[in-house]
């Protein structure tokens, strides 16, 4: 099993700054990583895949990084509406897949 | 749009079965896969398992096998998730999503089914 660890597991930024986020992987998963957003009492939203591909409405302030086993969320100017759980997810082996333990951006 | 409903919250008591559904729209059913992901109370998220609607082709994660099945009916556009014999550790939100065009993602998300097992 690919085990994916994120750091930090909480991060205190104000509105206006810039967030980063890392996701390691055990080993290697080429582009193969997803990027999401979850905020409390609502579903998982696509961000990222392919590493660095914005999903179809999320803004530019939001860009993905890395390859093989090392990556990067970044939102460049942290809005209000971003203060959430974000979980990076690798799918280059389906078997199984497997999240990270998420990052929870909060406000500082 | 892509739409996936899920069915309602559920409480049921240790021992009991349950089925709950995942219904997809505004897309080709049979041509994406779609997966099951669990959320424990205050916890991150797990990958249950996938399936094909197209020929039911399903796959679970080493740690969901034998504890759930996953089916699909393609004529009503529906995936589901069931347990024979419900365990207080079952509590937790399920969540149903359509697989990406590109890989093995969640694209498109159900709302959830919150599955409360209690005595």
């Known amino acids: 099993e690919i085990v994916m660890t994120q750091s930090p597991a909480t991060l205190s930024v104000s509105p206006g700054e810039r967030a980063t986020l890392s996701c390691r992987a055990s080993q290697s998963v080429s582009s193969n990583l997803a990027w999401y957003q979850q905020k409390p009492g609502q579903a998982p939203r696509l961000l990222i895949y392919?590493?660095?591909t914005r999903a179809t409405g999320i803004p530019a302030r939001f860009s993905g990084s890395g390859s093989g086993t090392e990556f990067t969320l970044t939102i460049s100017s942290l809005q209000s509406e971003d203060f959430a759980v974000y979980y990076c997810?690798?799918?280059?082996?389906?078997?199984?897949?497997?999240f990270g333990g998420g990052t929870k951006v909060e406000i500082k | 749009e892509v739409q996936l409903v899920q069915s309602g919250a559920e409480v049921k008591k240790p021992g009991e079965s349950l089925k709950i559904s995942c219904k997809g729209s505004g897309y080709s059913f049979t041509s994406y896969w779609i997966g099951w992901v669990r959320q424990m109370p205050g916890k991150g998220l797990e990958w249950m398992g996938i399936?094909?609607?197209?020929?039911?082709?399903?796959r679970y994660s080493p740690s969901f096998q034998g504890q759930v099945t996953i089916s699909a009916d393609k004529s009503i556009s529906t995936a589901y998730l069931q347990w024979s014999s419900l365990k207080a550790s079952d509590t937790a939100m399920y969540y149903c999503?359509?697989?990406?065009?590109?890989?093995?993602?969640?694209?498109?998300w159900g709302q959830g089914t919150l599955v409360t097992v209690s005595s």
């Open positions: 997810q690798q799918y280059n082996n389906w078997l199984p897949l497997t």
């Open positions: 999503a359509r697989l990406g065009n590109s890989g093995s993602y969640g694209h498109y």
């Open positions: 399936i094909y609607p197209g020929d039911s082709d399903t």
């Open positions: 392919g590493a660095s």
